[in-house]
């Protein structure tokens, strides 16, 4: 358990994450019913952006710093609206700036009746997201793998909802995790929503990954991934993708909007993007 999210927070990789994730819960909260949402390895929750981790590879500012310098299309804006909305929230022009996780998202959008479980195995981490957003009636916070929680998760009493998978990829075998929890997963809940995130350092790995779910039979599968350079296998991480099960209506012409626009605003060599329709239904 090396890895610190606070090194990497609002880099490429993040605002590519919590700009598809936004868009999913901005669609699941314009029906009345409760949802909930499950974040498997939730992270602390917000990050101090000038702190010395984040202060020491600056990633951040070539990821969220220069979208919110940037002046995206009318339309990509409209998109962004909301994740920027709330991380302007915790930005001023001066002072600390912190930059939200994905369980301070989930928490600023969701409803008074929706329900938020998150699951985070690291001690210091817990505690920080307890502080962060565990002081909200909606939320539950469990110190224990996500991937076990997830089974004993699902399906939620609502019947409604997203789950963020996003681990931090230290292991060799994570892909075989993620599948093996989101096929076990949907096994007992396939209407909901999964969306798993990965890096691409590893792209026979990611494509293993994906074309395993839909071997395995899962239907209604996209398959979206964002470069900021040409892959390098000696390289650092150029780009990452996200697979979503389940994606809610209008999320693909979304994405085959936004990721030009992402690409263009934060590619430092040759950016490049990709949405893909694995499975349908
Ligand atoms: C990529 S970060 C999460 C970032 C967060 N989802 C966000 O978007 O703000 C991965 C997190 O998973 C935690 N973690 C690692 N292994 C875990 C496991 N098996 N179960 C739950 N959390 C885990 C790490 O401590 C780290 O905080």
Redesign the pocket.
């Known amino acids: 358990?090396n890895?610190?999210?606070a090194f990497?927070?609002g880099n490429f990789a993040?605002v590519f994450?919590?700009a598809l994730?936004t868009r999913l819960l901005v669609y699941l909260t314009r029906k009345d019913s409760p949802l909930r949402y499950v974040?498997?390895?939730?992270?602390?929750?917000a990050?101090d952006l000038s702190g010395p981790e984040a202060e020491r590879t600056g990633e951040w500012r070539a990821g969220i710093g220069r979208v919110l310098a940037a002046s995206p299309s009318p339309q990509v804006a409209g998109l962004l609206q909301p994740f920027l909305d709330i991380v302007r929230e915790s930005f001023p022009d001066e002072g600390p700036r912190r930059y939200?996780?994905?369980?301070?998202?989930a928490k600023r959008l969701l409803r008074r009746g929706d329900r938020l479980m998150l699951?985070?195995?690291?001690p210091q981490?817990v505690r920080k997201l307890e502080v962060e957003v565990g002081r909200d009636r909606r939320v539950t916070i469990e110190a224990?793998?996500?991937?076990?929680?997830l089974n004993a998760f699902v399906p939620p009493p609502e019947r409604r909802g997203l789950v963020?998978i996003?681990?931090?990829?230290?292991q060799r075998d994570e892909f075989s995790?993620m599948l093996n929890a989101l096929l076990k997963a949907h096994r007992k809940w396939n209407t909901g929503v999964y969306a798993l995130?990965y890096p691409l350092k590893d792209p026979a790995g990611a494509g293993w990954f994906c074309d395993s779910v839909v071997k395995a039979g899962v239907r209604r599968v996209l398959r979206v991934e964002f470069e900021v350079s040409a892959y390098d296998p000696a390289g650092p991480m150029s780009g990452c993708g996200m697979l979503i099960v389940n994606p809610t209506h209008g999320i693909e012409a979304e994405a085959r909007l936004l990721l030009p626009e992402l690409a263009r605003l934060l590619a430092v060599g040759q950016g490049g993007w990709k949405v893909e329709e694995l499975a349908g239904e």
Do not use: I, N, Q
């Not at 974040?39 to 929750?45: F, K």
């Not at 939200?100 to 998202?105: A, D, E, I, Q, R």
């Open positions: 358990m890895y610190r999210h990497h927070a993040d994450k919590h994730l974040d498997t390895h939730a992270g602390v929750g990050y939200p996780g994905s369980p301070l998202l699951c985070e195995l690291h981490d224990r793998d996500g991937y076990a929680a963020l996003d681990p931090p990829f230290e995790h995130w």
